[in-house]
């Protein structure tokens, strides 16, 4: 959006005053995204400010591109019977139509403030509400560096940030049942401290305390052997009808996700062959998943496998090594899903997000 557009969109959403609302407002953008746009800004006191307008009538534009993902979806389903996708299309649909909403975006990041108030080295933006709509956020400005600006740093710094990041991502999800569906690099940055700032909090996913808890119940079964439990995991995050053959491939993307937190020792990730990480394991599950005749996969399933495939994607990119072992077991320890839907309830009630889990 150029300066004229970005003076109506102030004025229509901060009347009467629009950016005269603030000591100093660049019509420049300083970042831009799917759904807006980000401006530099300072408030009247000169706290520095990051405002977040949406571009015009990104809900019809929206609409219309779900619209062509179902047609295409339905299509590719049709070539390929692998994944059934109807439950994929349901939940971004979903959380875009969330993600439209920034005064949604406004009481999960301070949800998220709550939930990361004790972890000294991962900051949260402060919204300012009386300069914030629907379609215009307004929050605190936090400096910080491009993540990969530090790929070549000391291996002790990498590791530091990796574990920040790691935090970030599953303390909310384990304490909560909440988790920030958008890994994107721009999301996040490294504070001149070593600190983390993270960003964005348009793609929130709570998920029920039963799933939260199936996700340790697949890490038990994994490092036991239990195949019983890790049927029982797979039918909690919402697979049905698994014969031994869907059973097997899934057991496969599961080992593959779950390998760095199997080994108790200092360790990388993984490695990005051909460029994706996980390639060879996502293509042999697949050709098994359509030799059995595919798998409807559930909604809860879709954002929760992104989070973990896109953190995975930036810890290979810093090489960091880390004993993901150890900071698994120290987050899971003692996990107790009445205490967490306790948590999650109240938290949800006093943030004022929708408590029905969809």
Known sequence: MGGAL???RMRRDL??????????????????????????????????????????????????????????????ERLDPAIRTGAIQAEIAARLAEELDYAREARATRLYAHMLAEEPAVHVPEVLPELSTARLLTATWLEGDHI??????????????????????????????????????????????GGLNLLDFGCVRVFPPPFVGGVIDLYRALRDGDEALAVHAFETWGFAGLARAHIEALTLWARFLYAPLLEDRVRPIGQARGGVYGREVALEVHRRLREAGGVAVPRAFVFMDRAALGLGSVFIHLGAEVNWHRLFEGMTQ?????????????????????????
């Open 15 to 76: 009347a009467p005053a629009g950016r005269a609302r603030f000591a100093e407002f660049d019509e420049a953008a300083a970042a831009a995204a799917s759904l807006g746009q980000v401006h530099r800004a300072t408030a009247p006191d000169g706290l520095a400010l990051a405002v977040k307008l949406q571009y015009p009538n990104m809900a019809s534009a929206v609409a219309s591109d779900l619209g062509q993902l179902k047609l295409i979806l339905g299509m590719y």
């Open 148 to 193: 990969l600006a530090h790929k070549d740093a000391p291996a002790t710094q990498r590791a530091r940030i990796a574990l920040n990041l790691f935090r970030a991502w599953y303390v909310p999800f384990y304490g909560y049942g909440v988790i920030h569906g958008d890994p994107h690099m721009g999301n996040y940055a490294v504070r001149a401290d």
């Open 334 to 358: 003692g996990f107790d899903q009445e205490a967490l839907a306790a948590r999650q309830g109240g938290a949800l009630e006093r943030f004022g997000l929708d408590p029905r889990l969809t």
């Open 6 to 8: 970005v003076r109506r």
